[in-house]
C-alpha cells in the first residue's frame, strides 16, 4: 500500500503537433481520475408548514484548508505528515468538488425554492459558505490498517442581502476504508462526504425554518 503515498511524478503534458509526437512519449502511468455522487436527503415537511420552502440558497465556492486546495487525494500518515496518492486525483479540485457535491445535495432535499452554485447570475435569499477542514484519508493510526477517511466542513449561513449571519455550525463524517486499496478508500470517501452534507443540508434548513417570520432574515417576497 505505501507504494501509493510517493508523490507522483510529473507527467510531460503538450499539445500534439504533427510531426513531433514522437519527443512527447511518456513512460508515466496514466493518472486513474475519481469523483463522487450527490446522496439523497429527504425533504423536511410540506410547504406551507415551512417558510424555508419558499427561500433559495446559493453555495459560495468553498473554502480549501491547508494542503486542501487540491484535486489530488489527501491522505494523512503518523506525526501529522500530509501526502497524496500516486497517479489519481479527482475530477476536479476538492472545494469545486465539494460545490458540486453541496449544491445537488442541498436540490435534492426539496427544502429550497431554488439552490444555486457560486457561478450562477441568479440572487438568492441566502448565502451559504463552506470551509473544508478535513477531506482526508487518515492513516495515523498506522500498523498498516486500511485508512478512515473523515470529512469535517465548517458552515456559515447568512441572508445574501447585508451578509448578515443566521447561523454557523460545524459538520462531520468519518467511514473506514474496507480493504486498503484505492477503490475502497474511494468509497469511504464518498460514506462520510454524505454524512457531512446530509447534516449540512438538515442544520442549514432549521436555521432557516426557526428564523423569525417577516424578520430580517426572512426572505423578501
Sequence with gaps: MWKHLRRPAP???G???AGCASYLHSDAPPVQVYTLRAGTVSSHGAAHAHPARAAS?????????PGLGTSQIVLLQPDHRMNVYAGT????DTPALLEALATKTLRASGDWSSVENADSPFPSDYLLQIAI???DADYSAG???PPTVRVTLDCTLGSESGRRILASFSVSGSAAAAANRLS??????????????SSMSQQAFAAVRTAQPGGADAPAR
Excluded: S
Excluded at 57 to 65: C, H, K, N, W, Y
Excluded at 185 to 197: I, W
Design 143 to 145: 500498523a498498516g490498517a
Design 11 to 13: 507527467i510531460l503534458l
Design 184 to 197: 475502497e478508500v474511494v468509497a469511504a470517501f464518498q460514506r462520510a462526504a454524505d454524512q457531512a452534507l
Design 133 to 135: 477542514r478535513r477531506f
Design 15 to 17: 499539445l500534439g503537433i
Design 57 to 65: 440558497l446559493r453555495v459560495a465556492l468553498p473554502l480549501a484548508g
Design 89 to 92: 486525483a479527482w475530477a476536479a
